[in-house]
């Protein structure tokens, strides 16, 4: 038989999942920054090797910050549906 958390513990994993959920938010945001920066700022002819790979990267680690907050605000509303089920 499985066993339902209490609200408070329901309720401090909700308090954690808003915060790291802000927390990529941000990051995901610096990310979006800092590659606009790099696009712009940089001539195209040091655009290339591992400066290129580089600014790929920063490009490619933006999307998964962003994804894994979208996945965190899935785990957000399961939470909120396993408080509403705790007696």
Known sequence: MTQVPSQPVLQQARSKTDQVQRDLEVASAELGLT?????????????KGDVAWAIHQNRVLEKKVQ??????EEVTELLDQARGATP
């Open 35 to 47: 590659h606009g920066a790099l696009e712009r700022e940089l001539p195209p002819h040091v655009k």
């Open 67 to 72: 994804q894994a907050a979208e996945e965190l």
